[in-house]
């Protein structure tokens, strides 16, 4: 069942990765960030990046989409790869021509190289993964994943039904309040304000403008949505039921064993090959 | 059996505000749907919160079913058979599907899982958007958004339904959507009705009506007992339905049409003063 999603970077096609639990995606996650870290040479990141393409493979999702995510950390990307690369405490200079690359305290060398490879190979595979995460698990699915994921903290006593609410709440919010925020704009609009000229403080200043009543409105909604709830018998209780269960499958097998395999792949390479680091 | 019962009723929410209630009296059978009047600020809406408990009374006696509802341990229990509807459908919703919206109600008052699937398909059926079930509410048009709050209510399987100006945010397609829902739940499922609201044709479709001023009742009778009464209607800052308005201009511009408040019954008096003329 395809599931309407207005926000988030949800990719609504059928597949084996959407079909897959939440709870396995998530977990699946973790043990692959895990053994990004855990790789201390090229082949361990080998055996993580064809792990990767499988996935994405399985997901149909298109590769361009999930490539855009590297978009919004290309700065980082290219900062960390700058201060590796002139910084890293090296051996060998990397000589050209006649002229050796160092300078007071910028030193290329030829392992900072191989490492800011390294690094930039991990941060990579991070950001891919976490949103394959994304693009194939829907906001609501993704939520119900997390609180049964964290259903054993009930026994510190940790209210996890309610962050669950709160989480859910605040999907469900966030259209309302983009559409709000839009009505907000264009009134503001209409009374003379200008968002889209003027220097950086010009402009934050305008936002204020929007900020204000879109908080009252915002504080608005919550006291009305605790009305509504409360005349719906919400009381907070450990009682309530739940309606949605999630059921694991063979396909969550297959995840959960493709991910045992290929942390013990990793550990092996570690072992058998030598490290980098 | 007597749904809602209000004694001498007294409420008020500090000594500046206006939304107060002074010595209301008055009951509500089970099975009727009765329509509550008035122009904002007249203590109607009051009347919805203090019937579930949302509101505490300060004075007097509410019964829902017997059941007192100053006490706080019949709080969840008066929730469970009062299902209040509210003006803005945005901000009821919980969920971002409607099938988890619906189940709020029943996963809050501990109902089996199988059972709760059973009352979503029967409250969603009940309001006519079962194809719905799936689709995100942000999406639905307001008449629909309504609808789904009306569903979610019903899962609790309330025997009142009280709508507290649930129209009032509605285009006229949405108003009509809401109205038919709530007549037909009324006639068909036995659901006791409160229609709280200041839209005239749509109390012309309750048993009774009341009309509220100031935080009191100063009016009570059929619809069309209070519509009569047009111009004490007027010193409480309420109009006729329209098609009453429009008789009310016919006679005073010389045609001698009777007082009528529905479209076909006006119809029908133009035709006989019609036929009449030319004879």
């Known amino acids: ?277 | 059996m007597q749904a809602l019962e209000f004694k001498n009723v007294n409420f008020s929410y500090g000594a500046q505000s206006d939304f107060s209630l002074n010595n209301v009296n008055f009951s509500v059978e089970e099975g009727e749907l009765v329509a509550v009047l008035g122009h904002n600020g007249s203590g109607k809406s009051t009347l919805a919160r203090l019937c579930n408990g949302l509101l505490k009374l300060k004075s007097g006696t509410i019964h829902v079913f017997g059941m007192d509802a100053s006490e706080d341990k019949n709080t969840f229990a008066i929730r469970q058979s009062v299902g209040v509807v509210f003006q803005n459908p945005d901000n009821q919703m919980v969920a971002s599907t409607v099938e988890d919206d619906v189940a709020f109600g029943p996963e809050n008052i501990g109902v089996e899982r199988k059972e709760i699937g059973e009352r979503i398909d029967f409250a969603l059926r009940a309001v006519g958007m079962e194809k719905y079930r799936h689709a995100t509410p942000a999406r639905l048009s307001g008449g629909q958004k309504q609808r789904i709050a009306i569903a979610g209510v019903l899962a609790i399987k309330p025997r009142i339904l009280i709508l507290d100006e649930s129209t009032a945010m509605l285009d006229p397609k949405g108003r009509k959507e809401i109205m038919d829902v709530v007549l037909k739940l009324n006639k068909e499922e036995k659901i006791t009705v409160l229609l709280i609201t200041h839209f005239m044709e749509e109390a012309l479709q309750a048993d009774r009506a009341i009309v509220m001023n100031k935080g009191e009742i100063v009016m009570q009778g059929t619809p069309q007992e209070i519509f009569s009464r047009s111009e004490e209607l007027e010193c409480y800052g309420l109009t006729l339905p329209p098609v009453g308005y429009i008789c009310k201009g016919l006679q005073a511009s010389g045609v001698s049409v009777g007082d009528c408040l529905k479209v076909q019954e006006l119809a029908e008096e133009i035709e006989r003063c019609a036929s009449r003329q030319n004879i």
């Open chain 1, 1 to 277: 069942m395809l599931k309407d999603v207005t926000f988030g970077q949800y990719y609504p096609v059928k597949s084996f990765v959407h079909n897959c639990d939440p709870r396995i995606k998530i977990l699946f996650l973790i043990g692959f960030i895990v053994a990004v870290f855990l790789a201390s040479n090229f082949y361990g990141l080998a055996l993580c990046a064809a792990v990767l393409v499988i996935g994405i493979l399985c997901s149909r999702v298109p590769v361009q989409s999930i490539l855009r995510s590297i978009k919004g950390i290309l700065f980082l990307l290219a900062f960390t790869a700058i201060l590796n690369l002139f910084f890293y405490a090296g051996e060998t200079t990397v000589v050209i021509g006649e002229i050796p690359l160092q300078w007071g305290v910028v030193n290329i060398t030829y392992e900072g190289i191989y490492f800011m490879l390294f690094l930039m190979f991990r941060l990579f595979m991070l950001i891919l993964s976490s949103s394959l995460l994304t693009l194939t698990t829907t906001p609501v699915n993704l939520t119900d994943g997390i609180e049964s994921l964290l259903t054993p903290l009930k026994w510190l006593r940790f209210p996890v039904h309610v962050l669950a609410l709160v989480m859910s709440i605040a999907l469900r919010m966030i259209p309302s309040l983009m559409d709000e925020t839009d009505r907000i704009m264009n009134a503001q609009k209409a009374r003379g304000t200008d968002f889209e000229h003027g220097n950086i403080f010009k402009r934050v200043k305008a936002i204020v403008p929007i900020l204000i009543p879109l908080l009252i409105g915002a504080m608005r909604r919550a006291e009305e949505l605790g009305d509504a709830m409360d005349a719906r018998c919400y009381t907070g209780s450990e009682n309530r039921t739940k309606y949605k269960k999630l059921t694991f499958t063979w396909r969550d097998l297959i995840v959960f064993l493709l991910c045992a395999a290929l942390i013990a792949g990793v550990v092996l390479c570690n072992v058998y090959l030598g490290s980098i680091l």
